[in-house]
């Protein structure tokens, strides 16, 4: 399932389930790229919209609890998830974290430069998983702030980077960049506040 030099924590799928479902949202993630770049006749649309909604109705025949579904599986790190950004750690220590990260087609917001919703998203995402990894588990995003600082151009490998810079009580602030080369994409500031039962 991962990458060969990635530093891999492995959730709870076996890797013949991990890998089967890797290659299904592989196979959803190109569908959605190519999505994004075709301009086919109606009645292809429609014929290609009954293929889609025969999968989907297909796979709901699968629909589990909250705790089995896949995509949750924290071991995954974005692969296993049909919208978020997968990502690859090659790095992990207690306070930080090293990886890199390539934006597709469907997370392009114009002229091959990423979207700013998707950056933020990875951020969320990246920063959360590593909170709940190394500072403290069961917590939620409190503000994530995120400067744009240049483009983030689509497929291309970029640098992730993650700290966990301090931890008061219930509080953890993380700070994350995202690079392409020396130059700076993003850089984001967060706080991940541990919630306290019995809130959900
Ligand atoms: C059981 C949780 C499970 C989660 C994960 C499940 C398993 C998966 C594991 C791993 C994968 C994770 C990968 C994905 C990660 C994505 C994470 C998200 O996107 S989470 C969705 C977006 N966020 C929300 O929906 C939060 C909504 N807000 C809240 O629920 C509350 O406001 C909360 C919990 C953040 C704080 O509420 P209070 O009532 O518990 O605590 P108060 O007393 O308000 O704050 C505590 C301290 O934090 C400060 N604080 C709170 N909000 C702040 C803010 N916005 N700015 C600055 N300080 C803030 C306060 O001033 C206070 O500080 P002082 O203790 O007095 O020093």
Do not use: W
Request: hydrophobic share 40%; proline share 6%.
């Amino acid at each position: 399932m991962s990458s060969p030099g990635a530093v891999c924590e492995e959730g709870q799928l076996s890797a013949a389930q991990a890998d089967a479902f890797v290659g299904m949202i592989t196979a959803f993630r190109d569908l959605q790229s190519t999505l994004c770049l075709v301009a086919p006749p109606p009645e292809t649309m429609t014929e290609l919209t009954g293929a889609i909604e025969n999968v989907a109705t297909r796979l709901k025949e699968f629909e589990v609890g909250e705790g089995e579904r896949f995509a949750r599986d924290l071991g995954m790190r974005g692969q296993g998830h049909p919208v978020l950004i997968p990502y690859r750690v090659t790095e992990l220590s207690e306070t930080s974290m090293l990886g890199s990260v390539s934006f597709g087609l469907a997370n392009m917001g114009g002229d091959g430069t990423a979207h700013g919703g998707a950056i933020t998203m990875l951020f969320d995402d990246v920063l959360g998983t590593f909170v709940s990894r190394r500072g403290q588990p069961d917590s939620r995003t409190a503000f994530l702030k995120v400067d744009y600082r240049n483009i983030t151009p689509v497929n291309r490998e970029l640098r992730l980077t993650a700290s966990i810079d301090r931890i008061e009580g219930r509080k953890t602030f993380v700070t994350g960049a995202l690079a392409d080369g020396d130059v700076v994409c993003a850089e984001a500031e967060a706080l991940f506040v541990r919630v306290l039962p019995p809130q959900p």
